[in-house]
């Protein structure tokens, strides 16, 4: 059974950091890619940042700066270190797992984590 489980949100005041973690179980983790994702009410779900399996990044330009995505295949597990954080990082984030050369209709998900920045 395939597993994302998020942690780590929670409500911070502006200027503040929060480290999201998401713990794999059932896939091979250290082939996927894997990124974190973020929908805020009334908007889209976006890309936040992502890491390859060879550890190569790619982040919004929102968070560019600020954000910082690793990956420990170790452990099976993905993490989102956010810095300097702002109202508008207000959302669920979400993790997400991508095995190469699946559709993107088979990616997997996490039940998601609330992050509030207060201003």
């Known amino acids: 059974q395939v597993q994302l489980v998020e942690s780590g949100g929670g409500l911070v005041q502006a200027g503040g950091s929060l480290r999201l973690s998401c713990a794999a179980s059932g896939i091979f983790f250290s082939i996927n890619a894997m990124g974190w994702y973020r929908q805020a009410p009334g908007k889209q779900r976006e890309l936040v940042a992502s890491?390859?399996?060879?550890?190569?990044?790619n982040y919004a330009d929102s968070v560019k700066g600020r954000f910082t995505i690793s990956r420990d295949n170790a452990k099976n597990t993905v993490y989102l270190q956010m810095n300097s954080l702002k109202a508008e990082d207000t959302a669920v984030y979400y993790c997400n797992a991508h095995e190469p050369g699946w559709d993107r209709r088979r990616d997997r998900w996490g039940q998601g984590t609330q992050v509030t920045v207060s201003s």
């Open positions: 890491i390859t399996s060879g550890g190569s990044t």
